[in-house]
């Protein structure tokens, strides 16, 4: 009898491994070992040293394109925020029918390729597009080009991963108490000092959220700052693909990669440790 | 404040609106390159992509290492998710972390990684490589939607059958699968179109062999600007469509015949 209890104990500690075996060996060969292998190049390719990133973290460009990449994520998340919180906001007050359907139509943009979202804003912003066909009518002849700039491809991101902000913001929004609002209310609170003093507190945990979401992925976005942005303006990303493609720079590609990865995973760290990595994606 | 929330959020659907809405046009358009509103209509660009083999190959490429990643990567994460969700063990945080891993990772850092490991494996340029790199990316996605409905999942039902006199494999196959049937639909859908959509790993290790649609589509917007990129859009934003839209044509069809379908 004894033997059977220790023999259940012993099974029911190894049951879970069993079953996490080959997700963890699979992940093991064919996701960490390619990663360590970057990390691995940034330091030997083409010769052994630390000369890489040495290039990488005083070099001019580089650090111009780093500088570039933190700007560009930091103004994509604040015109995520911008646009993002009023339409939650207006998802919340309207009637539930309304609210249903501008839901359906984030979710289809949500679903909807980066690729032909991307292709669609080369079509509005294109010489022969509506936008510039709009600015003519209006009476401005030689409208600026807007394709293949900074403009362009902020937009385009803006665009893209908006939905990520809107959806975190709603899902807090809705959960706020409309006795809350009303006996903020009763209390004296109006206009301008409701929304900051109670609003704005109960709605932090969505902006946190869906703030990080929309930084981090941004800090990595490779195809509509290629496709879209300007080639002088390039962002960590890109410089990548370059390395890679076109330089075979192995070394400089991969001592950017580490750099970026760091960063990334610093930031979700410290968001990993005060709200858990699971909630990220809500 | 708030009637100026509201109009500022009116303008924000008008601008979440209009890349989707401008597509469908374009796509039925005559001119040869990119230019609105369109001088005339025609089926032209759908001809043009459904006898194109450059459009085609890549379509189905795509479509074939999305099953099989979906395939491989619902067996590995299916049981690793119960062993989370049931067990407790040691080194079950670590584990939780190491699953969602892949999405902490910028996909161009793994593209460079990749591009090298599987160069020195023999497998850039082969529809398997791309296989084995999309099942990686698929794991955190995937493990995410089906813990959400193995967590709701009542346990007390499992016991009822067990004290029924059932053996685990019969509680298996007749409570636990069934009752999960739809989380581990929706997952696998999850982990289709995670590979489906997938572009940066995709350009740089699917080469002229395993060529993905999504790889296709950004050389030729790269280089072109092709049209026939407004019809692929066009059609995936159909197949998005309707699947958003089939779920509740389905179930408001149910309620119209009346009562709910056996089991």
Known sequence: ?282 | MNTLMRWIGIAVVIFIAAPLVIVVPMSFSTAASLQFPPPGYSWGYYQQFFSDPSWLRPAWNSIYIATMNTLLTMALVVPATFALVRHKFWGKSFANLMMMMPMAVPHIVMAVGYYSYFGELKLVHSKLGVILAHSCLSVPITFLVLSANLKGFDLTLERAARSLGATPGQVFRHITLPILKPGLAISALFAFIQSFDETVVAIFISGRDAETLPRKMFDSIREEADPVIAVISTLLFAVVFAGLIAPSLIKGLRRMAGGTPSK
């Open chain 1, 1 to 282: 009898m004894g033997l059977s209890l220790s023999a259940l104990a012993e099974r029911k500690t190894l049951w879970p491994w069993l079953l996490l075996a080959p997700l963890t060996i699979y992940l093991a060969l064919f996701f960490l070992v390619p990663l360590v292998e970057v990390a691995i190049m940034s330091v030997t390719e083409p010769r052994p040293g630390l000369a890489n990133y040495e290039k990488v973290l005083t070099g001019s460009l580089y650090r111009k394109v780093f500088l570039n990449t933190f700007g560009t994520a930091l103004l994509v998340t604040l015109c995520c925020l911008l646009v993002g919180y009023p339409l939650a906001y207006l998802m919340s007050t309207v009637s539930k029918r309304a609210a249903m359907g501008i839901l359906l139509l984030i979710t289809m943009s949500f679903w909807t390729s980066f690729l032909v979202r991307t292709y669609a804003w080369m079509v509005l912003l294109g010489n022969n597009g509506p936008v510039v066909w709009l600015m003519q009518t209006l009476g401005i002849a030689e409208p600026p080009p807007l394709l293949f700039t900074r403009f362009s491809s902020t937009l385009a991101m803006v665009h893209i991963l908006a939905p990520y902000m809107i959806m975190n913001i709603y899902t807090v929004m809705q959960k706020i108490d409309p006795s809350l609002i009303r006996s903020a209310e009763s209390m004296g609170a109006y206009g301008k000092s409701l929304f900051r003093h109670v609003y704005l507190p109960l709605t932090a945990p969505g902006i946190a959220n869906g703030s990080v979401l929309v930084f981090v992925i941004c800090l990595g976005f490779y195809v509509t700052p290629v496709l879209l942005g300007s080639p002088r303006e390039q962002m960590a990303a890109g410089l990548i693909g370059n390395q890679i493609e076109q330089f075979l720079a192995f070394g400089l590609g991969s001592a950017m990669s580490i750099v970026l990865l760091v960063v990334t995973l610093v930031i979700l760290g410290i968001y990993h440790r005060r709200f858990g990595l699971d909630k990220l994606y809500g």
